[in-house]
């Protein structure tokens, strides 16, 4: 934390946080009415009463057999996963066909940690329809199942639990108080070390430090690996989701997603967004990964069921099939590349001179990447271009959605470390 100092950092946060109390308090009761609208009696979506359906997509020849592309998808976006490309890709696909998205409002989550109720959802009546829901959530099958067509595919990404304790550990640990009294550089490697003297299950904002992918899923991120819970727990979650993407493996991960959507390459394009500037990633040692590992142990058997359906699911798609699909995905990212990006790659926030194209930074930080569009641009590329280049809030407002929540929260996070006392 370059320039800022200990207790007047510490007093600072302390501040930060009874703030976004308070906020969180106002906002629950400003939507106090909104939410006692329980929702459980609430009759499931009727597409023949969907007020927009989407324009007939064309047919076209995908791999050997014809297939109509699909347009209702549920994506559970997970924390620090790669999800924010996908959500690009998504944004994109739904604008492109004129689909209903359940949007949240006010902010670029439904009330997350809470579990997702239809109620949170913006413009939402019993009864109605939309097309794809993606943003932040604490999954809840059945209450998503109310909004969206019974043929909606559900999808979801994993990453490595160890990497993905690293990152979240990285990105949140400064809104995190149970964290706030580890001294010394390393704080993660301390973490580990004794988990349990830092960590108390109900503590604010105490699930980004473990099991946050059970968490996310709706699950109780609390329990052991060895809990029989666990294994029933992933047995029903792999019946409710379709298709389970790896962030290790994203480029495969999206020929099989357009595989099962039956979508065209061109919607799979993307550039890497909410990426980390490399210095900040702490490569993790043998030892801390197997740490993190057995701490994060439910998620962790997580991953590797899914791990073992998705190379079942290539294997079925065909290996060979699956190595031309990459070679043709990199070959027209690469050209997209070249066409969209100024220098090519990806730079530092403070070197982005357009601020539709900014990211979102964690709380006194400012490690996440972003682009500069193309000076000089093919007119029939820049709209494309510069979809793919906006970042996830910059998109949500074009697409209509009132971010005021996010805006102010965004704005307080900063006073701490702007204020330096
Ligand atoms: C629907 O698609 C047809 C051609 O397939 C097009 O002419 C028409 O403008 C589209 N309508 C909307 C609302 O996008
Ligand atoms: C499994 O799912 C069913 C409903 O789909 C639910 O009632 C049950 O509690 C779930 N069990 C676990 C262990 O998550
Ligand atoms: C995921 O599956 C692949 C293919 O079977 C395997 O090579 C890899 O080691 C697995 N990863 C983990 C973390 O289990």
Redesign the pocket.
Known sequence: MPGVGGRGCSRGLILWFFITNILLLLYYITHSAHMTIRSSQEPTCLPSLAKSQPNATEPFQSGEEKCSPKVNVMFLKTHKTASSTILNILFRFGEKHRLRFAFPDGRNDFLYPSSFQCSQVKDYRPGECFNIICNHMRFD??EVAKLLPPDAVYVSILRDPADLFESSFHYYHRTIPSTWRIRGNDQLAQFLEHPQRFYHPGAFNSFYLKNLLFFDFG?DNNLEADDP?VT??I???S??LDLVLIAEYFEESLILLKDVMCWTMEDILYFKLNMRKSSSVSQLTSDLKAKALQWNGADWKLYQHFNATFWARVEAFGRERMKEEVEELRRRNGQMKVTCIEGGGAVEARNIQDKRFLPWQPVGDSSILGYNLRKTIDPKFRTICEKMLTPELQYLSELGVNLWVTRLWGWIKGVPFRMRW
Request: charge should be positive; glycine fraction near 10%.
């Open positions: 099958r059945g699950l819970r029933t727990a047995h029903n979650l019946k409710q």
